[in-house]
C-alpha cells in the first residue's frame, strides 16, 4: 500500500453534505481533499443526458426549497461560483378530479385567491397560516438544521411561540397532516398541496410528524419556491465543487475509500481501493450512509458497543422507483392548470394517498402509486429544445417487496423487466391525467432501486433520506440512539451523511455539523495541549 499525502481532513464522499463540509473546513483553514467513488461529484445531486442527448434530466433530486433556505448554503454566495437559480410560473400543482388544480402560487395572494374560488373561507384561511408560519418559520428552520439540541435556534421559537398560540401550535405541529387540512379548510385544494408535500418523506399521513413536514414543505414553497438549478442539479453541485477548487481544496472522483484506519481510538486515515493511504491529521468527514460507515468502512473491533447494537435497528427509508421522459411536447394535462407549475403531484386524493403510502410501509407496491413529478423545462427552459419538456415522475416502493397491489407481476426483484414493467404501470397513472401522453414519449428511462443504488451507494435498495424520517429514527435516536450528533464513538471521525441528525433533504446540515464539530473539537484539543499528530 504507498502512503500518500496528508491532509488535516479527509471526506469521504462528494454528495452536497460532504461538498458542504469540505467549504466549511477550508474556511477555517484547514487543508482539505474530497475523496468520491463515482466518476464526478454531487451525489444525489447529478443531471445527466443520458436520455436523450437535447434533453438534460436530473438524475435523482431536482427541486430544491430547503438549499434555497438553508443558512449554509447561502453563506457559500454560491451565485459567485455560477450557481443560477431557476423558478417555474407556480411551484407545485395537483391535478384533481373535477378538473381543477390544487395550485401553489409563490404569491401568496395568488394561492388564496384560487382556493377562495374553490371553496369561500379558504383563501383567508390560507393567509392566516401563512402569517402564522412568517413569524416563527425562520426559527423552525433554523431548529430542524442546527445540531441536536438546537439551543440557540430553539430558544428563537420559544420566544416567538406566544405569538402563534404557543401550545395550541405545538400541538397542530405533531398533529397528522391530514387532520390538519381537515381542521383549518373546506376545500380540498390545500388539503392536497399538505399531504402531497408531507409525502416526499416516508411518514404515514395520518401519523405523527407528517403534519411538520406538510407545513414546512408547503410554506417553504409559499415563502422561497421550488427552485431549480439553471442548467441541471449538478450545477448545485459543481458550484460546491468550484468554491473548494477556488479555495485550495482537491477532490479526486473515481476513488472509493475502502477503510478508515483507526489508530487507539482514533481515525487517522483512509485507504483507497487504488492502493493508496492517506492520512488526516485532524478528522475525517465521512459523507456515506451509517450502515455502510459501521459495518464496511470501520475494523469491527472500532465500532463502540452500543453503536453496534443500536444499528441493528437502523431502518432504512422505502426504496425509489424514478421515470424519466423526452416528451415532444408539453405534458396534456386533462385541464390545464391556471398557471405552469415545476412540480406536480398525482393522487386522486388525500386518501388514494394515504392508502399507497400506507402500502408501502406495509411492504406493498401500490397499484395506483402516489406520484411526485418534474416539468423541467416549464421550470427551466435551457433543459430542452422549445416546445418540448424534460419530465420525470418517482414514486417510493418497499426495501422489502411482500407483495403488488396491482397485477401481481412486481416481486421486488427489480431487474430491468420489472423496472420497465413497473415504469409502464408510473406512465398510465399519468395517461389517466393527461390523455395523450404517451403519444409525446421519445426516449424513456427508468430507475429501478438497484440503478440508484449502483449510481450512488448511498441511496441502499432506492432510499433516498439516509434512512427513515419516521420520529423513531430522528432527533436523539438519529442514526442511534444516544448519537444525535455528528459524533461516531470514533475519536476524529464523523458522520456527515444524510443518516446523521437532521436527516435526508438538500440543505447541507448533516455535512455542516460534522465540520462544526471537527473544528470545535480540534481546537478543544488544542486547549489541552494536543498536537497535530
Not at 484506519?261 to 450512509?289: C, K, L, P, Q, Y
Request: net charge negative; glycine share 12%.
Amino acid at each position: 500500500m504507498t502512503e500518500g499525502t496528508s491532509y488535516d481532513a479527509v471526506v469521504v464522499g462528494s454528495g452536497p453534505n460532504g461538498l458542504v463540509a469540505a467549504n466549511h473546513l477550508l474556511d477555517a483553514g484547514w487543508s482539505v481533499l474530497v475523496l468520491e467513488a463515482q466518476p464526478g461529484v454531487g451525489g444525489a445531486v447529478r443531471s445527466d443526458r443520458d436520455v436523450h442527448p437535447d434533453f438534460v434530466h436530473d438524475t435523482f433530486s431536482a427541486f430544491y426549497p430547503l438549499a434555497a433556505t438553508s443558512p449554509t448554503i447561502r453563506s457559500f454566495d454560491l451565485e459567485r461560483h455560477g450557481l443560477t437559480w431557476c423558478h417555474a410560473p407556480a411551484v407545485l400543482g395537483h391535478p384533481m378530479a373535477d378538473g381543477q388544480w390544487a395550485v401553489l402560487h409563490r404569491d401568496r395572494t395568488i394561492t388564496a385567491a384560487l382556493m377562495d374560488r374553490q371553496h369561500p373561507g379558504d383563501g383567508d384561511a390560507w393567509l392566516a397560516l401563512c402569517e402564522t408560519w412568517d413569524r416563527i418559520g425562520d426559527d423552525v428552520v433554523g431548529a430542524l438544521l442546527a445540531p441536536f439540541p438546537p439551543v440557540r435556534a430553539g430558544l428563537g421559537a420559544l420566544r416567538r411561540l406566544p405569538s402563534v398560540g404557543g401550545a395550541h401550535f405545538v400541538r397542530e405541529m405533531l398533529t397528522p397532516v391530514a387532520d390538519i387540512g381537515r381542521q383549518r379548510f373546506g376545500g380540498e385544494a390545500p388539503r392536497l398541496l399538505l399531504a402531497g408535500n408531507a409525502g416526499h418523506a416516508d411518514i404515514p399521513l395520518n401519523a405523527p410528524g407528517s403534519g411538520l413536514m406538510g407545513v414546512l414543505m408547503t410554506m417553504l414553497g409559499q415563502t422561497v419556491g421550488f427552485p431549480v438549478p439553471q442548467g441541471g442539479a449538478g450545477e448545485l453541485a459543481q458550484a460546491l465543487a468550484r468554491r473548494i477548487l477556488s479555495l485550495g481544496g482537491e477532490i479526486r472522483c473515481a476513488t472509493e475509500v475502502t477503510g478508515i484506519d483507526v489508530e487507539s481510538g482514533r481515525a487517522v486515515a483512509v485507504r483507497t481501493i487504488h492502493g493508496d493511504r492517506v492520512r488526516a491529521w485532524r478528522a475525517v468527514i465521512a459523507d456515506v450512509v451509517a450502515p455502510a460507515l459501521y459495518g464496511r468502512l470501520l475494523p469491527p473491533e472500532a465500532v463502540p458497543g452500543r453503536v453496534v447494537k443500536g444499528m441493528r435497528d437502523f431502518q432504512m427509508d422505502p426504496g425509489t422507483v424514478k421515470v424519466d421522459w423526452a416528451l415532444s411536447g408539453p405534458v396534456p394535462w386533462r385541464e390545464p392548470p391556471p398557471y405552469a407549475p415545476g412540480t406536480v403531484h398525482v393522487a386522486d386524493s388525500v386518501e388514494q394517498m394515504a392508502q399507497a403510502l400506507h402500502q408501502v410501509t406495509s411492504r406493498t407496491v401500490p397499484a395506483e402509486p402516489f406520484l411526485l413529478t418534474g416539468q423541467m423545462t416549464t421550470a427551466d427552459p435551457s433543459r430542452s429544445p422549445e416546445g418540448t419538456e424534460s419530465f420525470w415522475a418517482y414514486t417510493h416502493v418497499p426495501q422489502d417487496v411482500q407483495r403488488d397491489a396491482g397485477d401481481g407481476s412486481i416481486t421486488g426483484a427489480w431487474d430491468r423487466s420489472e423496472c420497465e414493467r413497473f415504469g409502464d404501470r408510473v406512465q398510465a397513472r399519468l395517461e389517466a391525467v393527461a390523455p395523450g401522453f404517451g403519444d409525446l414519449v421519445v426516449q424513456r428511462r427508468v430507475l429501478g432501486p438497484h440503478d440508484m443504488q449502483a449510481l450512488d451507494a448511498n441511496l441502499v435498495g432506492g432510499g433516498l433520506n439516509g434512512g427513515t424520517a419516521q420520529l423513531h429514527q430522528q432527533l436523539v435516536f438519529r442514526p442511534v440512539p444516544g448519537l444525535a450528533r455528528s459524533e461516531t464513538g470514533v475519536r476524529g471521525l464523523y458522520l456527515g451523511s444524510a443518516s446523521a441528525h437532521p436527516g435526508g433533504g438538500v440543505h447541507g446540515a448533516p455535512g455542516m455539523n460534522a465540520a462544526r464539530a471537527a473544528v470545535l473539537h480540534h481546537r478543544l484539543r488544542l486547549g489541552r495541549g494536543g498536537r497535530r499528530s
